[in-house]
């Protein structure tokens, strides 16, 4: 098998693509054969060295995959050679074997292609429990989107709009906006270029939106919080303009409003059956075509350091998946 080993993370350039001995499952462990794995910003935080979970090098990066279960350990029972499976297993997915606990992996329903199922669970898993669970959104609120054109932010409209609420997207430029209304988003604001707030006040008649979804951080969060509707709900996703933002606890008291930390990853671990009961949930919506993953690019996996470049330098709209033959 070959793998992409980061032995110092201190970003992709230091990444090699290896050829290394294909490992056999242990007890309760699947062996994948990957077909395809997509990147989400933790990856790169994990080559940078930034993440909260600081693997111990040699490390495979590569948390979210699809493929074909190879072989089975002892144990494993639910799982069998030449099943379909996807898997959210943390690392070991930019390669084109890995080694997976069984409880981690999950059969692929008919008709997800490898690339839709690689690029699914922790998007569309995320974006669920922030907006359904978390934020108990309803049909007829108004959520507002930042960073709407990326991996959460796409799925962020599409899930909104499945659950009947009304999507202000806002993104960097023209051609991301253009991505979000054809994803159905309502309205769009490029914050590159115009005054959030100002456009918050026209597009919601001054009385905001009740959920704002957050992956961005930085220096958007306080003049968006600023803006947020009473009984608002502010869920914090993410932080991929690099800064955690801080606000005034007056804040949330003039308005009544929440900060609503989400934490994907922690919620399926304590929660598995909350877990499985929305992926099932969002597996019926993809099945009724309301959600489906936007994958711009779709490269060999040799091809990883272009996928980080494209990702870093904020040019993919959507997902960044690859594959292998
Ligand atoms: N809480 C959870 O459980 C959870 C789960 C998954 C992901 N996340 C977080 O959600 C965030 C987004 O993840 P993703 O996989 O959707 O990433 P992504 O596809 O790269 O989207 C991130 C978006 O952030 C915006 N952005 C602003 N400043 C940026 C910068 N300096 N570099 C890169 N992007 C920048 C970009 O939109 P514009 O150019 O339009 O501003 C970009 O589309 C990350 O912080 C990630 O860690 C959290």
Same mark, same amino acid.
Request: proline share 0%; hydrophobic share 45%.
């Given at each position: 098998m070959h793998a992409w080993i980061c032995e110092d993370p201190v970003g992709p350039q230091a990444l090699t693509w290896k050829e290394v001995p294909t490992p056999s499952p242990g007890k309760g462990e699947v062996l994948v054969s990957i077909k395809a794995a997509s990147l989400n910003f933790p990856d790169l935080l994990i080559v940078q060295g930034k993440y909260q979970m600081k693997p111990q090098p040699p490390f495979v990066p590569g948390a979210e995959f699809a493929g074909v279960v190879e072989a089975v350990g002892e144990g494993v029972a639910s799982l069998k050679p030449g099943m379909a499976v996807a898997t959210f297993? /943390?690392? /070991? /997915?930019?390669?084109?074997h890995a080694c997976v606990p069984q409880a981690v992996v999950m059969p692929v329903p008919p008709g997800f292609p490898f690339a839709d199922a690689a690029a699914f669970l922790c998007t569309y898993g995320t974006t669920y429990h922030a907006l359904?669970?978390?934020?108990?959104l309803k049909a007829g609120e108004t959520v507002l989107v930042l960073g709407a054109a990326g991996g959460v932010g796409t799925a962020a409209i599409q899930i909104a709009k499945a659950a009947g609420a009304t999507v202000i997207a806002a993104a960097s430029s023209d051609e991301k906006c253009a991505l979000c209304r054809q994803l159905g988003a309502d309205a769009t604001i490029n914050y590159s270029r115009s005054n959030i707030r100002d456009e918050i006040k026209t597009l919601t008649g001054g009385r905001g939106p009740d959920v704002v979804y957050d992956p961005v951080g930085g220096d958007l969060a306080e003049p968006v919080f600023r803006s947020i509707a009473w009984r608002g709900r502010y869920l914090v996703i993410g932080f991929a303009q690099g800064q955690i933002p801080a606000l005034p606890l007056n804040l949330p008291l003039l308005k009544g409003a929440s900060i609503v930390g989400v934490f994907w990853g922690e919620f399926a671990r304590r929660e598995p059956q909350h877990n499985a009961a929305a992926l099932a949930q969002l597996a019926t919506w993809y099945g009724e075509g309301k959600v489906k993953p936007v994958i711009e690019h779709q490269l060999p996996m040799q091809e990883l350091p272009r996928a980080f470049e494209l990702m870093a330098s904020r040019q993919v709209r959507g997902k960044v998946v690859l594959t292998n033959p």
């Open positions: 297993a /943390g690392l /070991g /997915g930019f390669a084109t359904i669970d978390r934020a108990s």
